[in-house]
Nanobody
Framework: VHLVESGGGLVQPGGSLRLSCAAS????????MRWYRQAPGKERELVAT????????NYADSVKGRFTISRDNAKNTVYLQMNVLKPEDTAVYYC?????WGQGTQVTVSS
């Protein structure tokens, strides 16, 4: 199983980024996909989930209304659209499926 995140970077407060996670090695369309993040000195936290059966989603309260998770089963890719970014969103963002993790992509929100 491979999960490869991309799309992180440095953005000013109020800006937007779209993260992507390309998956391989398993039947992508059959599994829920999740985005987590980990800020320095903090525990890893679940940010968003998208299920496989109906595409339903859940979000952490801290990102609700600002972040959108989506998936393209034809491309074996899951996305995280992040809008109205805040400095507290700064973290390494990880893609997760089952017990597998990507390497993470750094998101830094700073002026």
């Amino acid at each position: 199983v491979h999960l490869v995140e991309s799309g992180g970077g440095l953005v000013q407060p109020g800006g937007s980024l779209r993260l992507s996670c390309a998956a391989s090695g398993f039947t992508f369309s059959s599994y829920a996909m999740r985005w987590y993040r980990q800020a320095p000195g903090k525990e890893r936290e679940l940010v968003a989930t998208i299920r496989s059966v109906d595409g339903s989603t859940n979000y952490a309260d801290s990102v609700k209304g600002r972040f959108t998770i989506s998936r393209d089963n034809a491309k074996n890719t899951v996305y995280l659209q992040m809008n109205v970014l805040k400095p507290e969103d700064t973290a390494v963002y990880y893609c997760n499926a089952l017990v597998f993790w990507g390497q993470g992509t750094q998101v830094t929100v700073s002026s």
